[in-house]
């Protein structure tokens, strides 16, 4: 994007070959995505609305599909996903009618042709996501649902101070190693900005634990989770920071088993395309009641002239 | 990854091309099924269609004023 509005945080390019290069291993890896898609398959299941049409953005190796191709009502199942790689994987699933290979920040989806858009953990390496969200919400036919679970700023926050505290030691200084991740509250002001109807916003946390901190780094770069932020240093980091950072981890945070706790913070994003029939506020000043009559109905109306609303 | 040329002749759903616009303009995409590609007049890209899966990445695009024979060649 050449937008100057736009921040640029990740260098999308260098995203979608970790992307790439994930695809061959990608079933080894999944496991995090797998979760959150049952979990997102749950929140649907809070709806009584059935989605014909339906797209699954950033569908990765397609951890979704099985759970959205079993819904009832679904006839047309989309995938969209950033790597070409990933996108041949998800087709192969068999669960989708067609994929594509697109940008989350470019969709190439016309103005409302499609009931339900769902994203499973997708969208936290996009740099323009007010757009990302826009480009949804004109996506969907009015009163279609947008559902999208991402990663929130609690995430790998051991690692996060461990990775700093490690550089400051070994590089004696510190630069960006993970990614700024968005904050629950951001996420319901970007809904609302993007033009969803009764945007909602909660999130989950999630602890995984691991032997030690080096299987957690060999599952983010299986995942295609690695630093990808435009301002990391350029340099190879030197073996000795990942060492000392492992070292930290284990130090400050290792259970009585010896495992190592990370935690996820998933969150998630639901919100409506507008539509006549949807709920809203009534204008400020168009009550055609007092409230104090309504809290006490024995008040002579009118007692305080100038104060009804 | 090898199969960095369109292969002409793979199917695409129809549904999808109905709803499908060129991501750079959000203007209509004709599907040109000789040469595999779903081509945006107003962008003057191509994009290519790989194993029936649209990629719809403006940096993986052929410019329409290029030649289609060399533009096919892997890049590198």
Wanted: aromatic share 6%; hydrophobic share 40%; net charge negative.
């Amino acid at each position: 994007m050449t937008d100057a509005d736009t921040m640029t945080v990740f260098d999308r390019r260098l995203h979608r070959r970790r992307r790439d290069r994930s695809a061959p291993t990608w079933t080894q890896f999944d496991f995090l995505f797998r979760d959150v898609a049952e979990r997102l398959d749950e929140r649907l299941d809070d709806i009584r609305r059935r989605f014909p049409v339906a797209l699954d953005l950033s569908c990765r190796g397609g951890a979704l599909g099985a759970h959205l191709r079993r819904r009832p009502g679904l006839t047309t199942l989309y995938g969209c996903e950033l790597s070409p790689a990933l996108a041949r994987q998800a087709a192969a699933t068999g669960c989708y009618d067609a994929v594509v290979a697109a940008d989350e920040e470019a969709l190439p989806f016309g103005t409302a042709g499609l009931d339900l858009i769902i994203s499973n953990l997708g969208l936290h390496w996009t740099n323009d996501l007010p757009g990302a969200l826009i480009q949804a919400c004109h996506a969907l036919r009015p009163d279609g649902f947008f559902l999208a679970a991402m990663f929130g700023g609690d995430s790998l926050i051991e690692l996060r101070h461990c990775l700093m505290d490690a550089e400051i030691a070994v590089l004696g200084g510190v630069s960006p190693r993970i990614s700024p991740f968005a904050g629950v509250r951001d996420a319901g002001a970007l809904l609302q900005r993007a033009g969803f109807a009764l945007p909602v916003v909660d999130s989950d946390t999630l602890t995984v634990t691991y032997d030690n901190p080096f299987r957690l780094f060999a599952d983010l770069r299986g995942m295609g989770e690695t630093n990808s932020v435009l301002d990391r240093r350029k340099v190879p980091a030197p073996r000795a920071l990942f060492v000392e950072a492992a070292r930290l981890y284990a130090e400050r945070y290792a259970g009585p088993d010896g495992r190592i706790p990370a935690t996820v913070q998933v969150i998630y994003l639901a919100g409506w395309a507008p539509h006549a029939s949807q709920q809203r506020p009534l204008k400020p000043g168009s009550a055609q009641f007092r409230l104090e009559d309504a809290l006490n109905p024995a008040a002579v109306p009118g007692s305080r002239p100038g104060s009804d609303v | 990854m090898t199969d960095t040329k369109s292969d002409p002749g793979s199917n695409v759903d129809p549904k999808l091309l109905e709803i499908l616009v060129c991501p750079l303009t959000k203007g209509p995409l004709r599907y040109d099924p000789a040469a595999g590609e779903l081509i945006s007049d107003r962008a003057g890209l191509a994009y290519p269609i790989r194993d029936g899966i649209p990629i719809m990445l403006v940096d993986e695009a052929r410019p329409l004023d290029s030649d289609p024979i060399t533009d096919a060649l892997p890049p590198r």
